[in-house]
């Protein structure tokens, strides 16, 4: 008998079907089957349109995706039963493709917010309340000293933490927040959408570094990324190329190489998909994703 993984130290998605809730009928993914470990980094990579995002928000519970069959379990429970925020606290954290900016909101009284929830549980301790100012969960002078350790290993400046979410953000900028959230959060899985979308090379280098600062053995990662140049900083443990809503191949970093050599043709034709794309068109960056329209969901 073949030992299963334990669900609570992996995520395992099984038979993962998922179409738009405004029209159900078009199933974006037609049948996942992934597992990732704590202390493992997993590279999702595939054309656009082939359903990344979709894979990110729908693990997280968006409400814009309509779940049609499959199961997620992680620590031991299936997460589709669950509000986004309850897999929020089980651990599971979402760096977006396209952070939004919510004026009039400093940074650390975000986090600090995020914080006090997450340490509530699943189950919302009644002694820990973020909303209060005596049952307010972590201390300020804790939370002041872990904020600080946290901007100094990623490498900027204290006065980040007084500016309002994302206002006036490059995009440079917004993914370091998303990458100070995970720090500060220490979840043990995190899926990142297409983190290095709109960076350039210095910004993508920084971010990435970032990222490999916070790998440690009880932390999985689920990386989504277009283009190979991301890899260049990231070493993922696994590879798998999802086109057309399924997981057509899986490999090393070695794959990683080859579609930058040859584009994602190749492969959609191994796999007997016919391929919407030229094989040189990993080579030449398109833009961003657009399978949808981008949308945010509650972490």
Avoid: C
């Avoid at 899926?191 to 290095?196: A, G, K, R």
């Amino acid at each position: 008998m073949t030992d299963q993984p334990s669900t609570d130290k992996h995520l395992v998605i099984r038979g993962l079907r998922v179409a738009p809730a405004a029209n159900p009928d078009r199933e974006i993914l037609q049948g996942i089957d992934l597992t990732v470990g704590e202390g493992e980094v997993h590279a999702i990579m595939g054309p656009n349109g082939s359903g990344k995002t979709t894979l990110a928000y729908a693990l997280m519970g968006h409400p814009a995706y309509l779940v049609k069959a499959g199961e997620v379990l992680w620590q031991g429970r299936d997460i589709l039963a669950l509000s986004p925020d309850k897999r929020s606290r089980l651990g599971l954290f979402l760096a977006f493709q396209y952070p939004t900016a919510i004026p009039g909101l400093s940074v650390a009284s975000f986090i600090r917010s995020a914080l006090n929830a997450k340490l509530q549980g699943i189950d919302k301790n009644p002694d820990i309340d973020p909303t209060d100012a005596v049952k307010g969960g972590v201390s300020m002078r804790d939370f002041r000293n872990k904020m600080r350790e946290k901007m100094a290993m990623l490498r900027m400046d204290e006065s980040f933490a007084s500016r309002y979410v994302n206002e006036g953000f490059s995009g440079g900028e917004k993914k370091r927040l998303e990458m100070l959230q995970m720090a500060v959060l220490e979840p043990h899985m995190a899926i990142l959408d297409e983190t290095d979308s709109g960076l350039d090379i210095d910004a993508l280098r920084i971010v990435a570094e970032g990222v490999n600062a916070m790998l440690n053995p009880n932390l999985g990662v689920l990386l989504i990324t277009h283009y190979q140049r991301l890899l260049n900083y990231i070493q993922p443990d696994l590879v798998h190329v999802l086109a057309q809503g399924r997981i057509v191949k899986s490999g090393g970093k070695d794959l990683a190489l080859r579609l930058e050599d040859e584009g994602y043709g190749p492969i959609l034709r191994e796999a007997g998909l016919s391929p919407d794309l030229p094989d040189e068109a990993l080579l030449v960056p398109k833009g961003p994703e657009l399978e949808h329209e981008p949308v945010e969901a509650a972490r």
